[in-house]
């Protein structure tokens, strides 16, 4: 019971803060979703409640001028809260496609901007991907919530106004009759009977819901390697491999098997829970309506209610059979849709693993900067091997120096550690003395310009690449280019330094591995002298280091003498 109360309440939590959320991002969204519902449950109550007073009039005194005058208001009517409902419709279609943006721009600012740590986390990836799936299959979450919230004002005005349309019905007895349909007992059993299929719709729609939150639990490994061998296919910077090695069979297999185990299966499943679902509706829906017609009409032949109030009664009646039933699916529906709004809030508010302290650098005139690794040991998460085992060293910035050692060995993580994509579990690194995690971390991170062996260059202009922002000194790049030897390539190219890499803008170069590589130095040149650190590079190879031999070293091994140079790989300062 406590648990459930608990649980209730951080439902109103995440419900209020998905309000707000909406509100501040798109704050014309709310209002137009509430006057758009009023208007949609309003306008077919204009069309039952005149035409029985026109029916009314017809089987009554028959006056052409209040005949014309109702068909007239009628009409009016109708065309006004249609247009208006539109306009509400379209301002609510822009804001939801804002918020569909704005939602999603939240989440990649945290995954551009959350510590490295959590990047690397499966986890982290897994939330994404459920918040991603819900939204794409099963239409649910922070975005689905205007649309729920609609339905449910919807229809919450629908049950009020075919309550207030209805209400003489049931007040309608006569003294005078004894007949079955005058009794005050069948308008209970009547209402007790829009009751349970009321019941019985939510209780079907509660069940799927939950069935399908928790077969997307047992969907997502599959969704997962789908979508990956379905970018396989789509990313041509695999197609060489592909080829080379007639890759195609293996990756259609696997993209095969997953679609038959994973989509197929979950579609059928869906389908037939479903198709049971909406049948059991559709059998109760018409055995209602056949009671609303012989309970209204048999009212009508003991002569308690008018012919035209036969109309208003029946449009009233099925409006609230359906109204009530879908009032409480909506409910439902939004209650279900908040583990997904809470999902997604959950995902914003992932920590961040790191101290960051708040120490200016030190600017030293002498440039004089030391680092040193104090017994430094460093498990990955979730790996029980140590990467590094109790390393200590000392090196002078500004210096050259060698990190050597296999395939393995420790030497980008060595590098990761220094510029604290990651910190030890145990030792520490210091700066001047000084425990990094103390320094602020961005003037920290300014101290390091790293070429890594995966390293990335993106879609991009070239200059863009190089500086790392839109605006950027075109010379200075330039001469970094020229520094890392790939200037004379980048005049070649039609725009120069305005020429976007890779093939996704129609002129789009592609480069060599070669070239891309000498780009990605020049991008650590340029830092470098942007902001007068005293750079530190990392190598991938050894393909511009002469007089290199095998070693080896089975752990890194740190050394200045870069005469004397490695094994599988190197690390250079
Ligand atoms: N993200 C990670 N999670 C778990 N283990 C990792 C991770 N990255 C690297 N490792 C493991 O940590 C060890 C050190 O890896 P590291 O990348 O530092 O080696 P390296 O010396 O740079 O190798 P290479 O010369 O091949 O680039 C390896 O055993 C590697 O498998």
Same mark, same amino acid.
């Given at each position: ?11 109103? $939590? ?120 819900? +939204? ?55 209402? +007790?009977?829009?009751?349970?299929? #009321? ?31 379905? $970018? ?69 032949? /003991? ?81 029980? /091997? ?132 000498? /780009? +990605? /130095? ?12 005293? $750079? ?7 393909? #511009? ?29």
């Amino acid at each position: 019971m406590k648990v459930h109360i608990q649980q209730s309440k951080l439902k109103w $939590h995440y419900l209020w803060r998905g309000l707000r959320f909406i509100h501040a991002k798109v704050p014309s969204l709310l209002p137009s979703v509430a006057l758009g519902a009023l208007l949609k449950a309003f306008s077919p109550f204009i069309t039952i409640y005149l035409t029985a007073r026109i029916i009314d009039e017809l089987f009554g005194a028959r006056s052409a001028a209040y005949l014309a005058w109702l068909a007239a208001v009628t009409v009016i009517l109708n065309l006004i809260v249609y247009l208006l409902q539109k306009a509400m419709e379209r301002i609510k279609d822009m804001g939801e496609f804002r918020l569909l943006y704005f939602g999603s721009f939240e989440m990649d600012q945290l995954i551009l901007n959350t510590d490295y740590e959590n990047v690397e986390k499966p986890d982290f990836h897994l939330k994404k991907q459920k918040i991603d799936e819900a +939204a794409n299959m099963n239409r649910r979450g922070i975005w689905q919530l205007p649309e729920l919230i609609s339905s449910f004002i919807a229809n919450l005005c629908i049950v009020a106004f075919a309550v207030t349309l209805s209400i003489p019905l049931f007040l309608a007895l006569s003294v005078h009759s004894d007949s079955f349909f005058n009794s005050p007992w069948l308008s209970l059993l009547f209402l +007790a009977l829009i009751l349970c299929s #009321s019941l019985y719709s939510v209780r079907s729609n509660a069940r799927f819901s939950k069935w399908a939150f928790h077969k997307m639990d047992a969907m997502m490994p599959i969704n997962r390697a789908f979508s990956f061998y379905g $970018h396989l296919m789509q990313d041509h910077q695999l197609g060489k491999d592909i080829r080379i090695y007639q890759e195609q069979k293996l990756i259609k297999k696997a993209y095969d098997d997953f679609n038959r185990r994973g989509m197929v299966s979950f579609c059928f499943d869906i389908s037939r829970r479903q198709g049971r679902f909406w049948a059991g509706s559709a059998a109760l829906s018409a055995l209602i309506s056949g009671f609303v017609y012989l309970f209204v009409g048999m009212k009508a032949l /003991i002569g308690l209610i008018s012919i035209g109030s036969v109309v208003q009664y029946v449009g009233a009646i099925s409006q609230f059979t359906t109204g009530f039933s879908e009032l409480i699916t909506s409910a439902t529906d939004i209650w279900q849709d908040l583990d997904y709004v809470e999902l997604y809030f959950k995902f914003l508010d992932t920590p961040n693993p790191k101290y960051k302290g708040t120490l200016p650098i030190e600017k030293r005139n002498d440039n004089e900067y030391e680092i040193e690794f104090r017994n430094v040991s460093f498990k990955y998460p979730g790996s029980g /091997i140590y990467a590094l085992k109790d390393l200590s060293l000392k090196l002078k910035i500004g210096e050259h120096f060698a990190v050597v050692g296999r395939n393995g060995s420790g030497k980008t993580t060595f590098i990761k550690l220094l510029t604290r994509l990651y910190d030890p579990q145990e030792g520490k690194i210091l700066l001047n003395g000084i425990d990094i995690q103390k320094y602020d971390y961005q003037e920290y991170l300014q101290l390091f310009s790293v070429v890594f062996q995966d390293f990335k260059l993106f879609a991009f202009s070239v200059g863009q690449n190089v500086a790392a922002d839109v605006h950027y000194d075109k010379e200075r790049a330039m001469e970094c280019l020229d520094k890392a030897g790939v200037g004379d390539r980048i005049r070649k190219m039609s725009k120069d330094l305005d020429t976007p890499l890779y093939k996704i803008d129609a002129d789009g170069v592609e480069i060599s591995g070669g070239e891309a590589q000498k /780009i +990605a /130095i020049a991008r650590a040149l340029y830092k470098d002298e942007m902001n007068q650190p005293r $750079h530190l590079i990392r190598l991938p190879n050894l393909r #511009s280091i002469p007089n290199s031999r095998k070693l080896p070293a089975t752990k890194p091994r740190f050394t200045s003498r870069t005469d004397f140079l490695p094994a599988a790989s190197v690390t250079i300062f």
